[in-house]
């Protein structure tokens, strides 16, 4: 009984179902992979899509010709025999070191120009960012401390508020900060996830895209209430956050006056007491 061309038939089949697979995991699975509320997110969003069309063949591969020999290299019944010795293959092995490394090579310089292109993808870039968006940008100032948030307004006569709300379609520039111990600042919709060290102030740019509720919470294990650090941010028109500022300037407008002047890092208690 003659063999069939096993290579000529994987190959149709794995390229078959690649065809298939992509577009899938392009429109279908590709939205799924992440957030759409700033540009920042949409952006984060996109190369994980790339990141997953790439792996898609390279999966099937692996899959497909694990099925491939459980059904058509299966040892007969009854029969222990020994395979064909195989003594490798210069073109197959050349072929899989060249392939492979460029994909390896390719996908890390492809992570590393995305983490700049989107001033740091929402991650924080610390004090002095390489890359900063042109153009006006409302800083908004990132206080974490056991076991809340609260958001300084510097330009807005640096009033301290217990809840986040930003204007859409404006580039933000976020100062994360701590006051105690180390927290993280995550707001999920946005795709923002920065560090919050006492001592530093590490900058993450967000524009948000879309008027909507997000999500903030600590990413970052910081003692007792730590699963309590929650809060919902708001994502709101500029005419809406006008309003919203000036009504914060006026209730806290006595805490403002006893607050430590606007500064880009705050010293902790006792070290605060002390000078
Ligand atoms: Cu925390």
Request: proline fraction near 7%; include cysteine.
């Amino acid at each position: 009984m003659s063999e069939p061309n096993h290579a000529r038939r994987f190959t149709t089949i794995w390229v078959v179902a690649t065809v298939i697979a992509l577009p899938i995991v392009i429109f279908v699975l590709g939205p799924l992979l992440g957030q759409s509320g700033s540009e920042q997110a949409s952006g984060q969003r996109t190369d994980m899509t790339v990141l997953a069309a790439v792996a898609t063949p390279i999966i099937l591969l692996v899959m497909l010709y694990l099925l491939y020999s459980v059904i058509f290299f299966r040892q007969p019944t009854g029969g222990a025999l020994e395979g064909p010795a195989v003594r490798g293959d210069a073109r197959i092995q050349t072929t899989w070191i060249v392939v492979t490394s460029t994909i390896v090579l390719g996908l890390a310089v492809f992570g590393t120009v995305q983490l700049e292109a989107d001033y740091g993808s929402g991650s924080g870039n610390g004090p002095t960012p390489l890359t900063v968006p042109s153009g006006p940008k409302l800083p908004v100032q990132v206080i974490a401390q056991q076991w809340y948030f609260t958001y300084r307004y510097p330009t807005y006569g640096g009033v301290e508020t217990p809840h986040l709300v930003l204007p859409v379609n404006k580039m933000i520039e976020l100062n994360v900060t701590s006051l105690d111990i180390i927290h993280s600042f995550w707001a999920y919709q946005l795709g923002v996830k920065a560090d919050a060290n006492p001592n530093v102030n590490n900058v993450a740019f967000v524009k948000p895209t879309k008027v909507e509720t997000f999500d903030v919470r600590c990413a970052e294990l910081c003692g007792i209430w730590h699963g309590a650090m929650h809060d919902k941010g708001k994502v709101v028109s500029d005419g809406a956050f006008n309003t919203w500022i000036h009504e914060q300037q006026a209730r806290f407008a006595a805490a403002t006056k006893v607050l430590p002047p606007y500064s880009k890092t705050y010293l902790p208690e006792p070290t605060r007491r002390g000078g």
